[in-house]
């Protein structure tokens, strides 16, 4: 066999493993905004200290973005403590979102995605959270909001959701 149809031949065999070869994502940047409506005053909150991985497999790709409490700023640094205490930041440094989407899913302009969050010791599930996708070259752009449920500040409830919007670029690892 000369050597052209030896890698023709080499080329045939790997074909279907390279079809079905993980692919991996990075977050490349991150802007996580919190607001709160609080009938004593509205607080926002920013983090861009998230970290996130996705690895797709047969078709199918799994993300994890994890983010520290300690790196949201309100800009006023005791209300910042005191949310860590709120939260028990100390205990639960980490907020962590999981989700799974179809791999074709980035070809879209909107995806519905499902959500667990686990955020102070708790896991709270979000179903069908729209995203906004906007493909850059090799990065991708998702950016959207999701609801949150509300805590109690000095014994009175804030109003009934404290969305965290989420402006994300992730790239091929």
């Known amino acids: 066999m000369n ?12 074909a279907p493993k390279l079809a079905h070869a ?19 005053h509205q ?18 790709c799994d993300f994890l973005i994890a983010v520290p ?10 209300r910042d403590l ?15 979102v999981r989700t799974r989407l179809p791999e074709a899913a980035s070809a879209s302009a909107t995806i519905h995605a499902d959500l667990e ?7 709270a599930q979000y179903k069908q959270v729209p995203f906004q996708i906007v493909t850059q070259g090799n990065q991708i752009r998702i950016s959207g909001t999701i609801p ?8 009175i409830p804030v109003k009934n959701e404290i969305p965290v919007r989420v402006e994300m670029t992730w790239r091929p690892q």
């Open 69 to 78: 409490v300690k790196s949201f700023d309100s800009g006023d640094s005791n």
């Open 22 to 40: 993980d692919s991996q994502w990075l977050l490349e940047q991150s802007m996580l905004t919190y607001h709160v409506s609080h009938p004593l």
């Open 3 to 14: 050597k052209p149809h030896r890698v023709l031949l080499v080329l045939v065999l790997l």
């Open 43 to 60: 607080i926002d909150g920013v983090s861009h200290a998230a970290r996130g991985k996705g690895v797709c497999h047969a078709g199918q």
């Open 82 to 96: 005191h949310m860590l205490q709120a939260t028990r930041g100390a205990q639960f440094p980490i907020v962590s």
């Open 117 to 123: 969050i686990e955020f102070a010791g708790q896991t």
């Open 148 to 155: 949150a449920d509300p805590p109690s500040l000095l014994a």
